[in-house]
């Protein structure tokens, strides 16, 4: 009888050195173990980036679970602060450190064990399908949404998605994400005229019309929330002239704008908005004002319903903890999923993702091992 174990797996995880775009061994490894346990394993690599796509059973099988998850992780920031190897995946006290600990080998490594172990123990009538990226924590731009071209072109279709991230705050079992914000940011530029500071009449600052509109910008109440969404945020993450001399009154000035936003806007109606507030101020202030605009994703919502009643149950019956349906946070590829199939988000406490000593309970893997494991029994029952 199979029974992976999650935590070693996660270790062996750990140890790859997959910082993006490095694959770092962590996608040769799954593939292997994959493979072993009779997975069909096809490599989706795209523009430097390494992804694996692994289906077990028949890809026709409308009965198709799936699951998207990352091996990759961000830097390890300064090398020296960390008290434990940051590769080395070492056990303290029944803590596991290193970086991918929390985000998200743990949660890679526990689904694996699971779905392993049910192939090979409980043969399901469906298929199971895991989409495995190695660019989730940079761009994104050919991780999950390669794997989802490929899945188009071969015709592979997952019925319903999970995605492994970390979602709990501080308890295990007490958060589940049904959705997510959209994100967008805006890099502003004003252009005037430089010159003399103590003749200030003979140029043409740009700074001050900086100034009037990220006050207004932030000033500005975007809505109050949502049935499923908390209000919408916009935060000025920089102002910059790189100007060092205090005689001079610089040309341009730039600053950057970050919106987190909710179901009641757009990409597309806040960038509208964003250009007809900077343009005012440019009518105003005769300053020109330039802006670039990126949406990283669009708000999501997948309604409550038989997919978040499967996995909230089998949190609570492996936890004791019913888990709250969120949409808080920051973007993870389901913005892309939702696309593809109905889609949420569960996985471990995720106070430790991307700090110095990154680290994970030995024992919560276990136990998310057994919540995907309860989830795939109770999907294919």
């Excluded at 919106?259 to 202030?285: C, E």
């Amino acid at each position: 009888m199979s029974n992976v174990d999650a935590a070693a797996l996660t270790a062996q995880l750990i140890q790859c050195p997959s910082i993006t775009p490095e694959e770092g061994g962590a996608l040769t490894l799954l593939e292997a173990q994959l493979s072993a346990a009779g997975f069909t394993c096809t490599r989706v690599d795209r523009n430097g980036i390494s992804n694996l796509f692994a289906r077990w059973g028949d890809k026709a099988h409308a009965k198709t679970f799936g699951f998207n998850g990352h091996t990759d992780v961000v830097p390890l920031g300064d090398e020296s602060a960390w008290s434990m190897p940051p590769f080395g995946a070492e056990v303290k006290d029944g803590v596991m450190y290193g970086r991918g600990a929390t985000d998200m080998k743990s949660g890679v490594a526990a689904f694996v064990a699971a779905a392993i172990d049910h192939v090979q123990t409980s043969p399901p009538e469906g298929a199971i399908v895991l989409a495995i990226t190695g660019d989730e924590e940079a761009e994104a731009l050919d991780g999950t949404l390669a794997l989802l071209d490929y899945m188009a072109e071969a015709g592979e279709q997952m019925a319903v998605c999970l995605v492994g991230e970390p979602t709990c705050p501080n308890e295990m079992g007490e958060m589940m994400k049904i959705g997510r914000r959209g994100s967008i940011n805006t890099w502003f530029t004003f252009t005037g005229v430089q010159g003399h500071a103590a003749y200030p009449h003979r140029a043409k600052n740009p700074l001050p019309a900086m100034a009037q509109l990220m006050a207004q910008l932030s000033a500005h109440e975007l809505d109050t929330g949502t049935a499923h969404f908390d209000p919408s945020t916009l935060a000025v993450v920089t102002m910059d002239t790189g100007n060092p001399a205090t005689n001079v009154i610089p040309a341009e000035c730039r600053a950057t704008v970050n919106i987190r936003f909710n179901d009641a806007h757009s990409g597309a109606s806040l960038t509208d908005w964003l250009k007809a507030q900077a343009d005012a101020v440019a009518a105003q202030t005769g300053i020109e004002i330039d802006m670039k605009v990126k949406i990283s994703g669009e708000s999501f919502i997948t309604p409550p319903g038989a997919l978040s009643d499967l996995v909230a149950n089998a949190v609570e019956a492996e936890t004791g903890r019913r888990p709250e349906l969120s949409t808080s946070g920051g973007t993870s590829d389901a913005r892309f999923v939702q696309h593809h199939c109905p889609v949420v988000e569960f996985g471990l406490v995720g106070k430790t993702m991307h700090q110095v000593d990154e680290c994970v309970d030995v024992a919560q893997i276990h136990q998310l091992k057994a919540i995907y494991a309860r989830i795939l029994r109770d999907y294919f029952a």
